[in-house]
Structures are given as C-alpha cells and as structure tokens.
Nanobody, 124 residues
Framework: QEQLVESGGGLVQAGGSLRLSCAASGRTFSSSVLAWFRQGPGKEREFVAAISRSADSTNYVDSVKGRFTISRDNAKNTVYLQMNSLKPEDTAVYYC?????????????????WGQGTQVTVSS
C-alpha cells in the first residue's frame, strides 16, 4: 500500500508563493495518477490538479489555472504543486492522492490512497 506524506504548507501573504511536495513510499507511485485536493473551512473536499503517470497530461480546476502547476518526479517518488499568486480563498488543507488504475479524474472517490494533508493559509 502506497503511503503519501505532504510538506511545504504554511502561512503566506496574498500574492505570495508556496511549493507543496508529496513523497511516496511504495512501488506503485510511477504507475499511479497523482492529484492534489483541498478542503477549506466548512467546505467539501475540492479537486485542485492532477497529473498522468508519464506527466504528459494535467488537469486543473478553473480557479487555479495559470497560478498553480502540478509536476512529478518518478525517480524521486514525489509530486509537487507550485502555487503562485496565492489568494485568501486558497486557504485550505491540501491533500495529495493517488489512483493506481484508470485515467485522471476530478472525483475524490476514485483515488485509493491519500496523504494526511498540509495546511496552507493565505492572509490578506
């Protein structure tokens, strides 16, 4: 079973940047679709971005397009989320998730392993 550990969260002012990392331990990382989700206070878990196994395809929620970039390094078993031009509404706990079979999807139910989350707080 793959285990995921996120890092890189923190407090940043609006307009600033953060880079989240998610390190995996296990043997299925390179064969998995990886994604980032987030859950803000009082909100449901929301899809943010996903990347295919070979990194040739990505998908983003409209609200982060042009500001966030997802990438992966299969040699390091790590997926990243570069977040620029952060806004207060980006404040949330950010989770990485993996899906061993199937294509990129925005549905959290389709992902079968998850990290514990990392808090991102953007002040105005």
């Amino acid at each position: 079973q793959e285990q995921l550990v996120e890092s890189g969260g923190g407090l940043v002012q609006a307009g600033g940047s953060l880079r989240l990392s998610c390190a995996a331990s296990g043997r299925t990382f390179s064969s998995s679709v990886l994604a980032w989700f987030r859950q803000g206070p009082g909100k449901e878990r929301e899809f943010v971005a996903a990347i295919s196994r070979s990194a040739d395809s990505t998908n983003y929620v409209d609200s982060v397009k042009g500001r966030f970039t997802i990438s992966r390094d299969n040699a390091k078993n790590t997926v990243y989320l570069q977040m620029n031009s952060l806004k207060p509404e980006d404040t949330a706990v950010y989770y990485c998730a993996g899906r061993q079979f199937g294509r990129i999807t925005t549905s959290p139910q389709a992902y079968n392993y998850w990290g514990q989350g990392t808090q991102v707080t953007v002040s105005s």
